[in-house]
């Protein structure tokens, strides 16, 4: 090989070097959007929520929450005046999924990681490198986290003590859609079909949508009032209107059984906010509205009534 040559390869090599080198600068530099934030929850018949606190503050709905019973939980505050993370400042955006092999967040925000491995550690934990680990109020609760980025935390419980790890790249398969809305929450057709962890009352329109592909609830303000809205896709038109009508039919169902008890629907609970639901189907999809009025957010995390 000639002189000439070699120099021309070595050359070739260090511009290879320089450029994947920039490409990786570049690529961790970009903004970690829900969408691709979306590609590393494990989506594979979990439940997956995403919060938008930083709208929610705009909006000044997390004032609402201020009296919430898990706000002044004593473990609650002892967390915050160890690690001087208080969602209601700190908390920018969440994207969780609730699989069959645990709970998987990734959490954006204002952090103090030497606070944070200080806790973990008063706590029994450990942090090797970046991961942290530390038990959970159950044997099977493992926690572990680390930062994917200074404001952007990996976290996972599970009974796998090291479960966080699988957020730092990419989960198999494709993608959730995310919905333009600052509350979602996508829900497997599996837990609609059992019923299973569903609150009471929810359970008959669940079952509705027992044969849907997929299932969106998004939430977002509305005025002085939240919305709440329903996407469901099924396999076909004729699905689609079916579903649509017994969604009514279980509507006008819950009306007529709290007209039976000489009551109105009260917008403060489930009931009221459940009986005022309109749908309609348009070719494979269906499309739920239902409006939540202030005082139904207050009652649901408010203090417990004597």
Known sequence: MSPKTRLYLVGAAL????????????????????????????????LLLSVDFRELRRAGVLRLL????????????????????????????VLAAFAPTGKFLLVEGR???????AYAAEQGGACQGDLCRMQGSLPERRISFFPLRPG????????????ALRLATPAPGPPAVEPA???????????LRSGDNLPAGTRMFAHSLGEAESVTLSFAPEGQ??????DVLCRTEIDAADSAIELARVTNLLRQLIARENATPNPADL?????????????KRVHGYWPIQPSFVENLFGPPHP
């Open 111 to 117: 952090f103090d990681w030497p606070r944070l491995r």
């Open 225 to 230: 009032r939240l919305a709440a809205r329903l």
């Open 271 to 283: 009931s009221g906010v459940l009986s005022s639901g309109t749908f309609r189907s348009d070719g």
């Open 15 to 46: 511009a290879a070097a320089v450029a994947a080198i920039a490409g990786i600068v570049w690529y961790r530099a970009q903004p970690f959007t829900s969408a691709r934030l979306l590609e590393r929850l494990p989506a594979d018949n979990a």
């Open 66 to 93: 201020d009296a919430s019973p898990a706000n002044q939980d004593p473990e609650y505050r002892t967390f915050v005046s160890k690690t001087g993370f208080n969602y209601q400042r700190d908390l920018d955006r």
């Open 152 to 163: 952007l935390m990996a976290l996972a419980v599970s009974p796998d003590a090291s479960a």
């Open 181 to 191: 809305s600052p509350v979602w929450l996508s829900l497997p057709v599996a837990m």
